[in-house]
């Protein structure tokens, strides 16, 4: 079983913002298959299907490690079948990559998954939120995206869930 995590922080008010890519491919991938019911465990909505589980982390975005570690523990599932999605400041808009191990780059995120894992090889799709470096880091991932950027990552978003739906049924990436 895939367990597809999105990375973002609760709350209205940043629903739209950049830090809450990871929450809004979550939700374009739950609209496509159809899944509504979301269930509430270690502080996270999940959704299931028969090989797929679904996470939205409510207990925000630094502490996230948290709950995932406790998801993978709970369905007695591996690390490699983990693929955590978040938002990249280094990579320009309407960019994405793939990697299956790394750093933190910096994401606090993914540093507190990491540190709860004690691993870099995590699985992780990176969306690209394309930083301006006139606003500091967290101000510019705490705002909302303005309407001409979520029209440009709307655009990527069949390909992404298309290669997310490709990984969940065979593991690949390509």
Do not use: A
């Not at 019911?37 to 090989?51: A, E, P, V």
């Not at 994401?107 to 894992?117: A, M, S, V, Y």
């Not at 969306?127 to 301006?132: E, H, K």
């Amino acid at each position: 079983m895939k367990i597809i995590v999105g990375l973002g922080n609760p709350g209205k008010e940043y629903k739209k913002t950049r830090h809450n890519v990871g929450f809004i491919i979550i939700d374009e991938l739950l609209k496509k298959l159809k899944l509504k019911t979301k269930i509430k465990k270690y502080n996270s909505f999940y959704f299931q299907t028969k090989n797929c589980i679904f996470i939205k982390p409510q207990i925000g975005m630094n502490r996230s490690g948290e709950c995932i570690i406790l998801f993978l523990k709970y369905f007695k599932e591996k690390i490699s079948n983990l693929l955590i999605i978040y938002d990249d400041i280094s990579l320009p808009l309407q960019k994405y990559k793939y990697k299956e191990k790394g750093s933190s780059g910096g994401h606090n995120g993914i540093k507190n998954i990491i540190k709860e894992f004690n691993t870099e090889n995590i699985k992780r799709l990176k969306i690209g939120i394309n930083y301006n470096k006139k606003y500091l880091i967290k101000d510019w991932v705490l705002d909302e995206f303005r309407e001409e950027e979520i029209k440009k990552i709307e655009e990527k978003f069949p390909e992404i869930l298309e290669k997310i739906i490709k990984f969940i049924e065979n593991g690949k990436w390509n």
